[in-house]
């Protein structure tokens, strides 16, 4: 980043990171911080991150997929960014489907119903509120 945004970036060699000391003044200096943000490492894996929670959320909300399907995509998706973490991942998930299976099967059933228009919603005390109230 410093290299290509020298009057704007600096170089921490203690910590191994770039950072931001002068803001850009002039549509040079912005282009010249936006490359430098695109060719970051750690930018890329953050944007690359970024696009797969947004994937999750649209299916969550505004697709027809089952629960099943976006529970697979999120285990895909997770496998994909952290591989490493897959073994956390299965004993973290499998012991909340165990210990909260009922409760989290309910919720995860109301939300698709209430996705398409079937269910009310139910807050956070497990208790439905009308979504179709009429005067």
Known sequence: MWATAPANFTRSDEGGYSYVFKQPTTPEEEALCKEAMEGCPVEQAYRNFQRHVNRLCFLIVAS?????????????????????????????????????????????ENETAVRRGEAPEIDGTGVATPFNIRE
Do not use: H, N, W
Not at 86 to 94: A, H, Q, S, T, W
């Open 64 to 108: 027809e997929c089952s629960d099943r399907e976006i529970d697979i995509e999120r285990r895909v998706q997770v496998a994909t960014l952290f591989p490493e973490k897959m073994p956390l991942y299965d004993v973290i998930y499998e012991s909340l489907s165990v210990g909260f299976g009922s409760i989290s099967v309910s919720v995860l």
